[in-house]
């Protein structure tokens, strides 16, 4: 009886990347340049999930891509990513192509869920403030439970004096 065996490399995963587009790109020609990425994720054989388009943005500190024999320093990029499912094998391909790619700063490839997975902002205050209603608060020395409300009254009388 023969034993089969499954290639790990041909199994299907979900992989996110975000990527770093020089700012020297006009935002006339953005959607060309996001175009060839996604053209070189979809020759992969990936199935698209979600996206976020490039938006400009300030870096934390200057980064560094040598184009050619020349070294171009920049303090912004336009920030995007990509979601998408394709075989592992494929996935290394994609990574390359990044790399090479001239008009990118920097990318990072990594596997993740299909699901979304981002929470911003005004979601997390929401979530945060629903607990808080919810959650009864002891004040220490009293032992007992007080209101959000009075505990804003105490904190104003401080405030004021």
Request: net charge positive; glycine share 4%.
């Amino acid at each position: 009886m023969k034993k089969t065996t499954v290639d790990a490399s041909r199994e299907s995963k979900v992989y996110e990347v975000g990527y770093l587009l020089v700012p020297t790109v006009s935002p006339e020609h953005l959607a060309k340049e996001v175009d060839a990425l996604k053209a070189v994720i979809e020759k992969a054989g990936a199935k698209f999930i979600s996206e976020e388009a490039p938006k400009s943005r300030t870096l934390a500190y200057k980064m560094v891509k040598v184009v050619g024999a020349k070294r171009h320093t920049f303090d912004t990029a336009y920030f995007g990513w990509v979601k998408f499912e394709v075989a592992s094998d494929k996935a290394t391909i994609i990574d390359k192509a990044f790399k090479l790619s001239d008009k990118i700063i920097r990318h990072l490839l990594i596997i993740t869920v299909a699901e979304n997975t981002i929470y911003g902002p005004k979601v997390l205050k929401e979530k945060v403030e629903e607990k808080a209603k919810d959650a009864p608060i002891l004040a220490p020395e009293l032992k007992e439970v007080v209101s959000l409300e009075e505990i804003d009254k105490a904190v104003e009388k401080i405030i004021e004096g």
